[in-house]
């Protein structure tokens, strides 16, 4: 009751922001034959997207100052929350008769992270739901799923590519790894959510500082960013925000792909590289898939490459005989119980347990041979870790409640 009532207390006291005039002409113009933006993702269709306009107040409330991003299914702005006087992050996608179930879906999962428990220290390292609602198109029936949450900076993904080596250094990967366990032991436990979809790009640092989104309206006011007119909508460059002199701590973000734990699941999740083998051979699978996933990532962002790519030679793409060939590589044969227990188990093995594609196997890859940036106990340790995670039997993985305490972690922390 005391934090609704907080939270209401700038527009009850009447000391909302007002509207600010983006009027200013003198921007770069696009020519309309450049496709810029949304126009380059396959299977384009303008009017699927909303015709959002900076300056545009949505809802009364919500007044857009800029573009941070898009993709296949979204755009992505900066905007003025005028009743709470604070900046928020507009996620406004295409038409809801092009999304489907999936906006419900995701909405859902949000709404049971917000029930989670507030006394848990992982619920501020999940991006957290604001607001809901929905927009009209330019259609009649056209309507547009709005998401509000509390803007952040850039992905861990971004991060990593301002490094020229390519790799976090141990203490950045060690404090994003408890903060990640801290959001997946709220997940799991809290909110029985399982993510599905773990990957560099869906963790991104916070912002403490607000000066990074006056900077960015200044700069809109005085030098408007880039853009094109096409059939009556406008098409802008996307801005990034300048490096805050106060980051924020890395939150769990996109929750598109989540699914509800306490079930039984078969469904075919995750980035190709990161399946977990029970997701490819059909088995049952559960919160431990995100435990496996981790492990995989971690592979990208601190050794510079990736622990498994699938490919198969023969089909020159990403096959999932290839994928297991690789584990097998790298952790020996599969144990038969999980096997048994595979409705997809007989595509790949005999019954005796034999993997029918051995000339995709390669002479056994250890985790020893396959980390170099380490040396002595440290990389021991750090192996320990990793070995936690890339278990072939789901149950034989650690919690996240458990990884949190890990003695890589808290040792590298400690330095």
């Known amino acids: 009751m005391l934090s609704s009532l907080l939270h209401s207390l700038p527009r009850r006291l009447g000391r909302t922001w007002k509207p600010l005039n983006f009027s200013n002409p003198s921007y770069a113009r696009i020519p309309v034959t450049q496709k810029i933006e949304e126009e380059t993702m396959p299977d384009y269709v303008g009017s699927r997207y909303y015709p959002a306009r900076i300056g545009e107040i949505i809802k009364g409330q919500y007044q857009i100052v800029g573009k941070l991003g898009f993709g296949a299914s979204s755009t992505v702005w900066l905007a003025r929350d005028m009743d709470y006087r604070r900046y928020v992050s507009l996620k406004i996608f295409i038409k809801s008769t092009s999304m489907g179930q999936q906006l419900d879906d995701e909405l859902q999962m949000y709404q049971c992270i917000e029930k989670g428990s507030t006394n848990h220290p992982g619920r501020n390292a999940v991006r957290s739901l604001l607001d809901s609602f ?39 990967l060690a404090f994003i790894l408890k903060r990640l366990f801290l959001a997946l032991d709220y997940l799991h436990t809290e909110c029985q959510v399982i993510h599905a979809d773990i990957k560099a790009d869906n963790i991104m640092f916070g912002i403490a500082d607000d000066s990074v989104f006056d900077a960015f309206i200044e700069n809109e006011l005085q030098n408007p960013c880039p853009r094109k007119e096409v059939d009556g909508r406008v098409i802008y460059m996307s801005q990034e925000l300048m490096k805050p002199t106060e980051w924020g701590a890395p939150v769990l973000c996109d929750f598109g792909s989540a699914m509800p734990g306490g079930v039984e699941h078969l469904e075919d999740i995750q980035p190709n590289i990161y399946r977990a083998p029970e997701v490819i051979l059909e088995v049952p699978w559960t919160y431990s898939v995100d435990i496996w996933n981790v492990g995989c990532m971690i592979w990208n962002i601190f050794e510079g490459e990736s622990l498994f790519t699938g490919h198969d030679p023969e089909f020159q793409a990403y096959r999932s005989r290839a994928h297991l060939a690789e584990m097998i590589t790298l952790l020996g044969p599969p144990p038969p119980d999980l096997l048994a227990r595979g409705n997809l188990s007989h595509k790949f093995f005999s019954d005796e347990g034999d993997f029918y594609a051995k000339s995709l196997l390669d002479n056994p890859n250890p985790l020893e041979q396959r980390e170099t940036s380490l040396e002595g106990e440290d990389k021991a340790c750090f192996l320990r870790l990793v070995r936690k995670m890339l278990q072939w039997e789901p149950a034989k993985r650690s919690s996240a409640k458990a990884l949190q305490q890990d003695e890589w972690i808290r040792k590298t922390l400690r330095e």
Not at 145 to 166: D, G, K, T, Y
């Open 134 to 172: 929905d927009i009209d198109g330019l259609g009649i029936q056209d309507k547009h799923r709005c998401l509000v949450h509390p803007p952040l900076w850039e992905s861990v993904l971004a991060f990593l590519h301002r490094n020229p080596v390519r790799r976090l250094p141990p203490p950045v």
